[in-house]
């Protein structure tokens, strides 16, 4: 049993197409987190799952059950939203204990799980005050807080964070996290930030253009993206994608740079399709921190390249390394002296390259 | 020494703008003590003339105050002489514009606030032509409306009454009043009423329960602006209705333009204040929301 099912999902708003034929699958007790570039469809797909939205095609299931054209209160979700939509006359305690009302829930159970929420979410010190009189982060809370009383079988958040200042959106980052540790529920949960998806998913969806890119742990999102748009999305400054051509001869596959003659083993890649590489035209891809100062491994790859530019940005440096005549960046600790203008010896780690089709930009 | 001789010229800069300063701010006074008296003036002989009696009045002192203060003609403005015939005050026709213009305020102010939250929250196809129709109804000149007015009147068998009066000021008042809370509503993020369906809230509890407790601003705005433009309405009033049934304005017009009697210039003063005190009162009660309510919709972002 799946907690939530999106089969062959497609939304237009008049002509423009804003998902299409979206298929998503979550078990249970997962945070899959839908990430994305602003317009890319990520929130409609949310509301959606809500049924705020109305769909044009396919269906949606919660616990195997078709909830396509049933009202959201009744789906058994809860929602948390950016700017967190707390019901401004009402005080913190009867924005938590509404939504149990409206469902006609016994005063008794009401009080106890409003107890149990509020001093778990440490507001029980605030019930009484109106939601002008909150913080952000209390206000963020309490809309949490209003979301987890009613027990749901999915949490929906919509950039809970985004409106936060950037410290206080790390500590309620945590707090989120701690949050799905201690509860154990479905979370789905939409955002534009790399960090903030990273550090909380337990499964990862990209979206682009109304399409899932790529749906998958963090781990592998990052380390096998897979195809040029998630390799680029993910990780800051995104990774160092070079233009060239793959030559084969035997069991020996090396790569070439356009404009370069030197010859790049691919010794530890993990091939899709090894035998039907019919397209010889790739982009080699290599993170920035992956290429290194100093030797690490015993396959690193040795080159010279010239720095042309670095950026100092405190715990490190990024330094722009020209490589026939295309940027490569290249992540160091910001103790390393690196003398522009002037060839530095610089070792890649092979065990760390993507590769992909340079067509259709697919991993290979 | 060069620094000594620049400390010096600025003192003198610091004592010019000095004097430039008083000299605007005295000017600044000048003229809206000007403004101010200009607008005041009126109000003054109105007041003054009222407090006379005719004897006092025919002698031409018009700015003079009066040698005894004089509440007579206040009485016989609201209450009458007594005698029966021929003999109009304002009493009857002050409780028939007030019979008036509560029930059409309060039903304009709450269709337009359904209206407006319809057209915001509940968007559907067409909404936006729906709402561009309602505009043109802020724009079409009344005396454009009067005839096919009076025939549905005579169709519903209202023609001549209060609750006539009252359907007509409300369904002229419906554009303005939607005007003024679609655009209250739109500042409003919808995010809450999302929230509010996730909730398990329906149309009307949303309306009720979440929206209108956070309307009062809007709703201020919207009733002065009703009562002022009921209460001072002539046209409506002498059109579409005459005799007993008339609100305070028309009993007003037919009290000063009677050409039976001669001319009292004191009840005529006494009468007009009288007709417009009610709105003073709105204003000065609620005023302070009005500019806030004004502003709050057009500036929060």
Known sequence: MKTLKIEDLSKNFGSTEVLKKINLEIDEGNFLVLLGPSGCGKSTLLNIIA???????????????????????????????????????MNVK???????????????????????????????SLLERKPSQLSGGQRQRVAI????????????????????????????????????????????????????????????????HGVIQQNDTPENIYNKPSNTFVADFIGSPSMNLIKGNLKQNSDNISFIAEGSNLE?????????????????????????EHIYFKKLNEDDLEINLRADLSEYIGHEQIVTFNFSNQEILAKFPSTINVELNKETKLYVDLTQVSLFDSKNEERI | MQGSLQSSSYKKLEQKSKYTNIFL????????????????????????????TMEEIRQ?????????????????????????????YLKPYFWNSIKMVVPAVFFSTFIGAMAGYVLTKWRFKGDKWVFLFLLFGCFIPYQAILLPMARTLGVLGISNSVIGLVLVHTVYGIPFTTLFFRNFYVSIPSELVKAARIDGAGFFKIFFKILLPISTPIIVVTVIWQFTQIWNDFLFGSTFSFGEAAPIQVALNNMVLSSTSVKEYNV??????????????????????????LTSGAVKG
Request: hydrophobic content about 40%.
């Open chain 2, 60 to 88: 031409g002192t018009l700015l003079t105050w009066p040698s005894a203060l004089n509440f007579e003609s206040w009485g016989v403005a609201w209450g009458g002489r007594g005698y029966g015939a021929g003999d109009t």
């Open chain 1, 51 to 89: 049924g705020l939205e109305t769909i044009n095609e396919g269906n949606v299931y919660i616990d195997d059950y078709n909830v396509s054209k049933v009202e959201p209160k009744d789906r058994n979700i809860a929602m948390v939203f950016q700017s967190y939509a707390l019901y401004p006359s």
């Open chain 1, 264 to 288: 790049i083993p691919i010794k530890h890649y993990d091939f899709k399709n090894k035998s039907e590489l019919s397209n010889n035209e790739v982009y080699f891809g290599i993170r920035p």
């Open chain 2, 268 to 293: 005529d003063m006494a009468s007009a204040i009288i007709a417009g005190i009610p709105t003073l009162i709105v204003y000065v009660l609620a005023g302070k929301y009005f500019i806030r309510g």
């Open chain 1, 94 to 124: 009867e924005n938590m204990i509404f939504g149990l009302k409206q469902a006609k829930t016994s005063k008794e159970k009401i009080e106890e799980q409003l107890k149990k929420v509020s001093s778990f979410l440490q507001v029980d």
């Open chain 2, 25 to 52: 701010r005295w000017f600044l006074y000048f003229v809206l003590i000007l403004f101010a008296s200009y607008f005041i003036f009126p109000l003054y002989v109105m007041i003054v003339t009222s407090l006379k």
């Open chain 1, 145 to 208: 807080g209003r979301a987890l009383v009613r027990e749901p079988r999915i949490f929906l958040f919509d950039e809970p964070l985004s409106n936060l200042d950037a410290k206080l959106r790390v500590e309620m980052r945590r707090e989120i996290k701690k949050l799905h540790q201690q509860l154990k529920t479905t979370v789905v949960y939409v955002t534009h930030d790399q960090t903030e998806a990273m550090s909380l998913g337990t499964k990862i969806a990209i979206m682009n």
